[in-house]
């Protein structure tokens, strides 16, 4: 489990491909790496992944993870270069005191970035997600102003959506501009999306209920709550 509250900025330091995935190493770590173990978690851009070996005094510190294809096709860590810097954040300890919200480090899926506008010392972000396919089912019903949502790792609260357009949008305030690496993006970019677990579970937990029967259960409450209503007002 995370917290989507990015504790450092890495630098990828190479991108070793073949047919199974990828592994990627990620130097300039070792503010993070003074407890890390073999078979630890660190979410990379916002992707949970396994530390393969680390090394907390060379380069910077580095440490090596293992990209499967499932996650190159549903983050934009296969795009990732050599240079680019990376959002690092260690799997939460039990003992910290609890900031962001609950992320899971599991991509759901990936956004474009379409805009960016100036606003004081904070900077405005619009996103765009992409067209829904049977495959790849539409995000933006886990989306509300005021919200949460974790962009290439980090939580942020959500200003606005617009349903029609597939966008949203979020507010950085100058600190967390300098803390993570979504503000030096260009337009264009794509950028790593996990939607607020806690709207998927409600989700099921409603279509559960409707799909078992709970439909009619459903508008016995609706029912009587209408009757109460109208028995306080006196109509019936």
Wanted: aromatic share 6%; net charge negative; proline share 3%.
């Amino acid at each position: 489990m995370f917290t989507g509250l990015i504790e450092h900025l890495g630098t990828v330091a190479s991108i070793e491909h073949d047919g199974g995935g990828c592994m990627l190493a990620v130097a300039d770590a070792s503010p993070i790496l003074g407890d890390c173990h073999v078979g630890d978690s660190i979410a990379v851009n916002g992707a949970c992944l396994t530390v393969t070996a680390f090394d907390a005094q060379a380069r910077g510190g580095w440490f090596t993870v293992w990209l499967a294809n499932e996650t190159l096709e549903r983050t934009d860590l296969g795009e990732r270069k050599v240079g680019d810097q990376v959002n690092l954040e260690r799997a939460m300890g039990a003992h910290v005191r609890f900031g962001g919200h609950f992320v899971q480090a599991h991509v759901d899926g990936t956004a474009t970035l379409v805009d960016r506008t100036p606003d004081g010392d904070s900077l405005r972000l619009l996103f765009q997600l992409p067209e829904p396919t049977s495959s790849r089912p539409s995000l933006l019903p886990y989306l509300i102003p005021k919200g949460y949502v974790a962009i290439d790792g980090a939580s942020l609260t959500l200003t606005m959506v617009d349903d029609v357009q597939r966008t949203f949008g979020v507010m950085l305030i100058k600190h967390t501009q300098e803390k993570i690496t979504l503000s030096k993006k260009a337009l264009g970019a794509k950028v790593n999306i996990e939607v607020d677990m806690l709207g998927k579970f409600v989700e099921k937990s409603v279509q559960a209920a409707l799909s078992g029967g709970g439909t009619s259960n459903l508008r016995a409450m609706v029912e009587k709550v209408v009757e109460d209503v109208l028995v306080k007002k006196g109509v019936v």
